[in-house]
């Protein structure tokens, strides 16, 4: 007989939804809007309901079914669930237990960057990796920690806020977390934003980012450009994200590093500059580490989800 499991991504705008062989053959994948009113009380419920009609359409019983992987955007601990969700506006939610409840299908919760790592270290970049880190660059800074195999999801479920580490002492702008400092502030695509205007307005010097919406892509394309300012702006990124990856490797050794996430999409140059300032703080096990992009791209999260169940 054929088992199954389903891995759901569940983001702020859409849940990403897939169903799985256990073999790890992505059967189906589809999405359905998350509805966040109401202190987004009709997410699990949706989540329940495209599960049943899909169980439905595919002439699958839940007896089949091995489990429901979910990722989620906010710390959730080790039974499930969720301390708290600010974009789905959940506070305090056992995801793992309302969503077997709902299904009569064993559920698993875990933060979305931490499941993603998994989805990489499973079918992606890391793909038979047991030990892996990976970053997510986008809005803000993300992480996952893979440790044999498994996620690191802590005591809180704060396990791999890579984007939360302090990696600048002398920072006075508080990031979105109430601290000063995080990596999140200076390698996210707003944090490549923020140290672009400061630079522009402390100097006089000629760049063709004057002439333009300063988008973390503009500033790479810049540099691409031999722009000088974009090429500051870049180093000074590549440092604090190169530093911050070399300490984690202290801790974790791991035997890949992934980095994913919008602002991986300037590519090469990008994991370039992050491994030479890697290799230069990196302890000596640790330097020739490799540092790679992300392959799964938006089905991460899917892909993680369902191995969690598995």
């Known amino acids: 007989m054929k088992r199954y499991c389903f891995g759901i991504d ?7 939804c897939g169903l799985f062989q256990t073999d790890g053959k992505l059967l189906e994948k589809w999405e359905v809007k998350t509805r966040t009113e109401n202190s987004g009380e009709k997410i699990l419920p949706d989540i329940a309901d495209t599960v049943e009609k899909k169980l439905q359409e595919k002439e699958i019983s839940k007896e089949e079914v091995i489990g429901i992987g979910v990722g989620v955007p906010g710390p959730v601990n080790s039974q499930g669930d969720v301390i708290q969700a600010v974009n789905l506006f959940w506070g305090y939610k056992k995801v793992s237990e309302e969503l077997e409840a709902l299904t009569g299908i064993p559920a698993m919760a875990g933060n979305d960057a931490n499941v993603a790592a998994l989805g990489e270290a499973w079918k992606g970049a890391a793909a038979g990796e047991d030990n892996v880190v990976m970053v997510t660059l986008g809005t803000g800074v993300g992480g996952g920690i893979i440790v044999n195999g498994r ?14 580490m302090n990696v600048n002492h002398e920072e ?12 999140e502030q200076m390698a996210s695509a707003t944090g490549i934003v923020r140290m672009a205007k400061k630079i522009l307005c402390s100097c006089e010097d000629e760049s063709m980012l004057r002439q333009k919406e300063i988008t973390a892509k503009t500033v790479f394309d810049a540099y691409k450009q031999g722009d000088q300012l974009a090429q500051r702006v870049v180093e000074i990124f590549g440092e604090y994200l190169g530093g911050a990856l ?11 590093i992934v980095v994913g996430g919008g602002v991986s999409k300037a590519g090469k140059i990008l994991t370039d500059c992050v491994e030479k300032y890697f290799k230069k703080y990196a302890f000596s096990s640790c330097k020739n580490t490799p ?20």
């Open 246 to 256: 070399a300490c984690i490797a202290c801790v974790t050794d791991p035997s890949v």
């Open 291 to 310: 540092i790679v992009l992300a392959k799964l791209e938006n089905d991460a999260g899917i892909y993680g989800a369902a191995k969690m169940v598995l």
């Open 10 to 16: 569940v983001g702020g705008t859409t849940i990403k």
């Open 151 to 164: 996620i690191l999801s802590g005591t809180h479920g704060a396990g791999g806020e890579i984007g939360h």
């Open 172 to 183: 006075t702008e508080s990031c979105n977390c109430g601290n000063q400092g995080c990596l």
